[in-house]
């Protein structure tokens, strides 16, 4: 859903019969799709940031946290150990206990973060070294007390930069709803060349015959909607304006859903209530999933990340791979917005996830799956000061 324009906003007021200021308009309407506003993520590339005077690794980890990440929790902490090195760890505050029971999501997002922060370190002329589990055996019961990963970044004068590392800045999760052609195998490969993943295979399942898949997707969002716990997650999740979303700087929103304009307006002020009754409401509830459904309905192709095994290490790995697909697709013009609901390992959603992987070897997992197409809507979703993921 593109942002509507100031004029058409105005005209929608006065038939709603809502009188605005000029700086309410301003407030709901912008004047480019790439203009960021406060409450946004920056660009960590801005000139300005790259100059100031703070070490290699802080401006690096400032570049990996812009990382898709699950709901946006920013589960990440780190020890610095030098001006070129640090350890990163699950943030165990920020973690997605109903949804994501077996911490498979959170340690994606691990990935994710170490693939951006390579990938961005090139760009300030440095080689990033990852090692994994630096600390040994790593199981659940060590989230947040060893490290998932030591980093040191080298410079190196000789770099050749991935490609990939130019869209850093840009990528962001679409949730509008998509137009443009269907993606073709071509576009898929194209993709998937570009994305060199290096851990897991890419599926592509074209729109000509993904009726069933959408139908398991819209199952999988209700069976999240009606499941009391899970859904409460996303409201203690959900920035319910664009002051929380600023004061918080994390979770989803309305603006992230794809929400503009008059729709935006209308919703926060007059639907969006705070409190559980409202949220678990069947009218909040058929809201969210109407929503759902014209996203799924308007995906132009979708793409799987499979692993032929399901370790924490696999998780990490998906992703790193994860983070170059989104890379990649941006790169080729294309948006993208996982739908994780079907993966998700929470007993209420097993008999849909078990008829939708019923068809994986053993052992096998679909970590990521997203749908793609086209839509120039844009929302950076906040991210907080680098200065508050560092362990004193
Ligand atoms: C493991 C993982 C699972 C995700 N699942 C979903 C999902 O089911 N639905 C969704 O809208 N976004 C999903 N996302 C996207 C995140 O919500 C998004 O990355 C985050 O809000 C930050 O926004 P950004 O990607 O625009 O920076 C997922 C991301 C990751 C890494």
Same mark, same amino acid.
């Given at each position: 859903m593109a942002s509507i324009s100031r004029k058409t906003f105005l005209k929608y007021s006065i038939s709603f019969g809502v009188i605005l200021s000029t700086s309410q308009v301003l407030q709901y309407c912008k004047t480019s799709s790439k203009e960021r506003y406060d409450y946004e993520r920056k660009n960590p590339f801005d000139p300005e940031?790259?100059?100031?005077?703070?070490?290699?690794i802080l401006k690096a980890i400032r570049i990996g946290i812009t990382a898709p990440n699950p709901h946006n929790v920013q589960p990440w902490k780190f020890k610095i150990i030098n001006d070129h090195s640090a350890y990163l760890y699950v943030d165990e505050k920020r973690l997605l206990k109903?949804?994501?029971p077996t911490f498979r999501q959170i340690h994606i997002g691990q990935g994710t973060?170490?693939?951006?922060?390579?990938l961005g370190a090139q760009v300030l002329g440095h080689s990033a070294e990852v090692s994994l589990f630096p600390e040994g055996k790593y199981t659940i019961a060590d989230i947040g007390k060893k490290p998932i990963a030591k980093?040191?970044?080298?410079?190196?004068?000789?770099?050749?930069? +991935?490609p990939l590392s130019e869209f850093i800045s840009e990528r962001v999760t679409r949730r %509008?709803?998509? =137009?443009?052609?269907d993606l073709t195998q071509e576009d898929f490969e194209k993709i998937r060349k570009d994305s060199a993943v290096l851990y897991s295979e890419l599926k592509f399942v074209p729109k000509a015959g993904s009726e069933k898949l959408s139908e398991q997707?819209?199952?999988?969002?209700?069976?999240?909607t009606d499941t009391y716990k899970t859904y409460e997650e996303s409201r203690i999740w959900f920035r319910y304006n664009d002051e929380e979303i600023g004061k918080f700087k994390d979770g989803i929103s309305l603006r992230a859903n794809g929400t503009s304009g008059l729709k935006y307006y209308i919703a926060r002020n007059f639907f969006l209530k705070h409190g559980t009754e409202s949220w678990h409401s069947p009218e +909040?509830?058929?809201?969210?999933?109407?929503?759902?459904?014209?996203?799924?309905? %308007?995906?132009? =192709?979708f793409i799987f990340l499979k692993t032929d095994h399901n370790e924490v290490i696999d998780w990490v790995q998906a992703g790193r791979d994860y983070l170059r697909l989104h890379l990649a697709a941006t790169k080729n013009g294309f948006s993208l917005h996982p739908m994780s609901q079907i993966l998700q390992e929470y007993p209420e959603m097993d008999p849909i996830r078990n008829e939708f992987e019923s068809s994986l070897k053993p052992g096998e997992k679909i970590q990521m799956l997203a749908r793609l197409g086209k839509s120039d809507y844009h929302f950076y979703s906040p991210r907080r000061d680098p200065k508050e993921f560092l362990l004193k």
């Open positions: 940031f790259l100059s100031e005077n703070i070490s290699p109903d949804t994501d973060f170490l693939e951006n922060l390579s980093i040191i970044l080298n410079k190196q004068e000789d770099l050749v930069q +991935n %509008s709803v998509y =137009g443009g052609e997707l819209i199952a999988a969002m209700q069976m999240e +909040n509830k058929k809201a969210g999933m109407d929503m759902f459904a014209s996203m799924v309905e %308007s995906s132009k =192709g």
